[in-house]
């Protein structure tokens, strides 16, 4: 997997973001939380990846996009080494849900914690299959 976050891996599709909040399940990492939903796509990526602040807790959009652009940012350096050996694909959607402005190193140490609770969470699940 490369470390690129190209058009096709950008969670677009509203009917899809609609089932994904309506009947996926989610893992938490404060101040972030990942909402997933195991899917099946066109193409051969194996996830596809939304981000999304509060417009409540950040009122201006200046803020709203830097947070936006710090996930996007570590979620395309981190999947590589997280996502390689998973073989279902899902849509997910990361929501920074803190009060306060981040900086990059957080986000990564929380976001790399995020993953892995999400990694054990499918293993468990697949074991109980």
Do not use: C, W
């Not at 602040?53 to 080494?81: C, D, G, M, P, W």
């Amino acid at each position: 997997m490369k470390f690129t976050y190209n058009k096709n891996e950008k969670l677009k599709s509203k009917k899809l973001i609609g089932q994904l909040f309506s009947e996926g399940q989610s893992v938490s990492a404060y101040p972030l939380r990942l909402v997933y939903l195991p899917t099946s796509f066109d193409t051969p990526i194996t996830t596809q990846t939304g981000v999304s602040v509060s417009k409540r807790q950040f009122k201006t959009a200046v803020e709203r996009n830097r947070i936006k652009r710090l996930l996007r940012e570590v979620y395309r350096l981190n999947k590589a080494s997280y996502f390689n050996n998973i073989s279902t694909q899902y849509a997910f959607m990361i929501l920074y849900i803190g009060k306060d402005k981040p900086t990059l190193s957080q986000i990564e140490n929380r976001m790399q914690h995020l993953f892995n609770k999400f990694l054990n969470k499918v293993s468990e699940t697949e074991n109980e299959s």
